[in-house]
């Protein structure tokens, strides 16, 4: 998979809060040590370089989560590299390769490019790339992607059968197989809970298809205008343009990558879920073993991926899935038969 083409859903407009610039040449902020033991001898060492700041990030919280276990179970160390632009980003992968951990970790397509030069230049240093891939494989460095489709279905499901109107829509970024993840799959699981659902897709594209609220929205507004009650937005930092359009006209959303509904209470439904915290873990220790230059695929099975409705604490989640808890029962059923193998999700860009 050409990962360079691929751009990760997580919604950077969340990375609030201040970020210090390091004095010294690179020029973004660096978290301290996180020491896991007061013991020395063979504990392990490991960086995680972050496309953004990190902030309120939930996304990128969950990485940092992720490092900072892998830390405590090999009784070693840590370090965060926030990045804030795209110099910042190199600068940050060449400082992390300069400090010769054990592991430097790196979350997002904007790494892909970089660690293949890296890899190639540095052949003993191991790398692994979270939610995205190089072009080529290196024998030096892990990926972990995510089976979002799997996901996507589910909210499908709660959709179809949460919907009045019979009709699902989605709003996708772009109109290519990679984020066709975010909608084919959100009609395919409507229509295996109610076959007779109508199903459409919007496409924000334009010159910002990440970033264009406004573009998200009017395409959200087409579908809402002709009746269209549930909608997964999968426009990225333009969900909230969705999100507003729902909301004025009554009807309901479906948010990615984290927990959105306390961004939209009473409009969001519920969230696709990327557990990065798991791949980052699972990721390094499978690093650790030897078990590198390899892709690692987390969907359903390997508690990768999952919804906001299907995790704990989801009565305090603010998404509109915890008032319909008979929903959940059929959405469970579901998730385990996808993780059985009984049910397959068909995958859009594996065709």
Request: glycine share 10%.
């Given at each position: 998979?050409h990962t360079r083409h691929r751009r990760s859903l997580r919604l950077t407009a969340?990375?609030?809060?201040?970020?210090?610039?390091?004095?010294?040449?690179?020029?973004?902020?660096?978290?301290?040590?996180?020491?896991?033991?007061?013991?020395?001898?063979?504990?392990?060492?490991?960086?995680?370089?972050?496309?953004?700041?990190?902030?309120?990030?939930?996304?990128?919280?969950?990485?940092?989560?992720?490092?900072?276990?892998?830390?405590?179970?090999?009784?070693?160390?840590?370090?965060?590299?926030?990045?804030?632009?795209?110099?910042?980003?190199?600068?940050?992968?060449?400082?992390?390769?300069?400090?010769?951990?054990?592991?430097?970790?790196?979350?997002?397509?904007?790494?892909?490019?970089?660690?293949?030069?890296?890899?190639?230049?540095?052949?003993?240093?191991?790398?692994?790339?979270?939610?995205?891939?190089?072009?080529?494989?290196?024998?030096?460095?892990?990926?972990?992607?995510?089976?979002?489709?799997?996901?996507?279905?589910?909210?499908?499901?709660?959709?179809?059968?949460?919907?009045?109107?019979?009709?699902?829509?989605?709003?996708?970024?772009?109109?290519?197989?990679?984020?066709?993840?975010?909608?084919?799959?959100?009609?395919?699981?409507?229509?295996?809970?109610?076959?007779?659902?109508?199903?459409?897709?919007?496409?924000?594209?334009?010159?910002?298809?990440?970033?264009?609220?406004?573009?998200?929205?009017?395409?959200?507004?087409?579908?809402?205008?002709?009746?269209?009650?549930?909608?997964?937005?999968?426009?990225?930092?333009?969900?909230?343009?969705?999100?507003?359009?729902?909301?004025?006209?009554?009807?309901?959303?479906?948010?990615?990558?984290?927990?959105?509904?306390?961004?939209?209470?009473?409009?969001?439904?519920?969230?696709?879920?990327?557990?990065?915290?798991?791949?980052?873990?699972?990721?390094?220790?499978?690093?650790?073993?030897?078990?590198?230059?390899?892709?690692?695929?987390?969907?359903?099975?390997?508690?990768?991926?999952?919804?906001?409705?299907?995790?704990?604490?989801?009565?305090?989640?603010?998404?509109?899935?915890?008032?319909?808890?008979?929903?959940?029962?059929?959405?469970?059923?579901l998730r385990d038969q996808i993780v059985s193998g009984e049910l397959t999700v068909?995958?859009?860009?594996?065709?």
């Amino acid at each position: 998979m050409h990962t360079r083409h691929r751009r990760s859903l997580r919604l950077t407009a969340l990375a609030a809060g201040t970020v210090l610039l390091a004095t010294a040449c690179n020029a973004a902020a660096k978290k301290d040590d996180t020491s896991a033991s007061a013991s020395g001898g063979s504990s392990k060492s490991f960086i995680l370089v972050t496309p953004d700041a990190v902030g309120q990030n939930e996304f990128l919280k969950l990485a940092v989560s992720g490092v900072t276990d892998a830390a405590k179970q090999h009784d070693g160390t840590r370090k965060v590299y926030e990045s804030t632009d795209t110099a910042s980003q190199q600068q940050n992968v060449q400082a992390a390769v300069d400090a010769e951990p054990d592991v430097v970790v790196l979350i997002g397509f904007e790494f892909a490019d970089l660690v293949a030069q890296q890899a190639v230049k540095n052949p003993q240093q191991q790398f692994l790339i979270v939610d995205a891939c190089t072009a080529k494989t290196y024998k030096n460095v892990g990926c972990a992607v995510f089976r979002e489709h799997e996901g996507v279905y589910l909210a499908g499901a709660e959709a179809g059968l949460l919907s009045k109107s019979g009709k699902v829509g989605a709003v996708d970024v772009l109109d290519t197989p990679q984020f066709r993840r975010y909608s084919d799959p959100f009609a395919a699981g409507a229509k295996k809970v109610a076959a007779k659902t109508e199903t459409s897709t919007r496409f924000v594209g334009g010159q910002s298809p990440f970033d264009d609220s406004a573009r998200a929205k009017e395409q959200a507004g087409t579908l809402l205008s002709k009746g269209y009650d549930q909608i997964m937005a999968a426009a990225a930092a333009g969900n909230y343009g969705v999100f507003e359009a729902a909301k004025a006209k009554g009807a309901f959303a479906y948010g990615v990558d984290v927990n959105q509904c306390p961004s939209a209470p009473g409009t969001v439904v519920d969230n696709v879920i990327k557990r990065t915290d798991v791949a980052v873990k699972k990721g390094v220790e499978a690093v650790l073993a030897g078990r590198t230059g390899t892709t690692v695929s987390y969907g359903l099975k390997e508690g990768g991926i999952s919804l906001t409705g299907l995790e704990e604490g989801v009565d305090a989640s603010q998404c509109v899935i915890a008032e319909h808890p008979e929903v959940l029962t059929k959405v469970k059923a579901l998730r385990d038969q996808i993780v059985s193998g009984e049910l397959t999700v068909d995958d859009p860009a594996a065709k």
